[in-house]
DNA sequence: GACATTCGTCTACAAGCGTAGTAATTTTTC
DNA sequence: GAAAAATTACTACGCTTGTAGACGAATGTC
C-alpha cells in the first residue's frame, strides 16, 4: 500500500481547468476555453489555455487523446483524490494535522444551512458507529 | 465593512516560517532559522532565511524591529486571520464553496478521536443554538 | 584593538506559473 | 482546391519562490 503517487500541486488556475473538466468529461482546449472564460472576470487566451492543459498533461495530471481532431482533454486523477491530498496538506499547514480543529471553524465560521448541519450530524453519526475498524496511523487529535 | 485587506497568499515555505513566528512571538531570523531546521528535513541556510523574512516584511504580513539586534521578527497577521482567509479560498476551489462538503470530508476520511468527535458535536449544537443571529453573506450551502 | 563570529544587504539564479505571440498544420468552407 | 478559420507546437518573457553566495557592518572575545 504505498500511497499511490500522490497528485502532484498545481497552480490556482491549473485547478480551475481541472474543475471544468470534472464537471465535463472529455473536453477540448476551447471547451475548456470556454468554460473558464463565461464565468472568470479576467479572459483568456485559446493559447494559454492550450499551454497549460498541455503542461498538464506532462504532469500526467491529464489525459490527452490525439486521434481525435480536436483533441480531446479528460482527468487523470479524480476530484476526491485531488481533495483527500489537498485535505491533508492543508491540515497540516495550517492547523498542525489537527483536522477537528478545520471542521470546528468551519461550522463556527461559515454560514451552514439546517440541511447542511443535518448533513454534518449524520456523518458524525455515521462515524461513530463505524469507527475503530478504520484507524489510520497518526496521531489522531 | 471592507474585509480589511485579506492577507496574501504565501509560498509553502512562507507559511512554515509564519506557523514558527506563531508560536514563538517576536523571534530572530537564526531563531526561526533554528525552528526550522530542528524539524524539517531539509536543512536550510541562515541567508535563506533572512530573504524569506524580509520578503515577508515587505509583504507586510511581518513586521521587523530593527532597534533591537539582532532584528527581531513579528507576525502582523493572527492565526485566524490567515486561516480565515485560507479556509475560504480553499473551500472554494476545491469544494465548490460548500464548505459542509469540507466537513463531512474530514469527519468521513481522517481519524478522529472520540474526543474530536465530542468537541465537533458540541460545536454544532452551539450553531444551532446561535444561528439565525449570525449569518453572514454568501450563498449558505 | 585585532581577530573571529554573527548579522544584514544585495545580487543571482533556476524552476514553476500565467500569459501569449508566431509559426506550422489541419480542417472547413466556397 | 484555394482561401479562411481553427488547432497545435514552439518559443518567450515577466513574476514569484526557494535557495544561497559575497561582502561589508556590527558585535563579541582575548
Not at 52 to 66: A, G, I, P
Request: charged residues 35%; glycine residues 4%.
Amino acid at each position: 500500500m504505498t500511497a499511490k503517487a500522490a497528485v502532484p500541486e498545481l497552480g490556482p488556475l491549473e485547478y480551475q481547468l481541472l474543475r471544468i473538466l470534472w464537471k465535463s468529461a472529455p473536453a477540448t482546449a476551447r471547451e475548456v476555453l470556454e468554460g473558464y472564460n463565461r464565468k472568470a472576470p479576467k479572459k483568456l487566451k485559446y493559447t494559454t489555455i492550450m499551454t497549460l492543459l498541455t503542461r498538464m498533461v506532462e504532469k500526467r495530471v491529464l489525459e490527452v487523446d490525439r486521434r481525435r481532431q480536436p483533441f480531446q482533454f479528460e482527468p487523470r486523477v479524480t476530484r476526491e483524490q485531488m481533495q483527500r491530498d489537498r485535505v491533508n496538506e492543508f491540515v497540516n499547514l495550517f492547523f498542525e494535522g489537527r483536522a477537528v480543529d478545520l471542521a470546528v471553524r468551519l461550522v463556527e465560521e461559515t454560514p451552514l444551512s439546517p440541511e447542511a448541519v443535518r448533513r454534518l450530524e449524520a456523518s458524525l453519526e455515521r462515524h461513530k458507529t463505524t469507527s475503530g475498524t478504520r484507524q489510520k496511523r497518526g496521531a489522531g487529535q
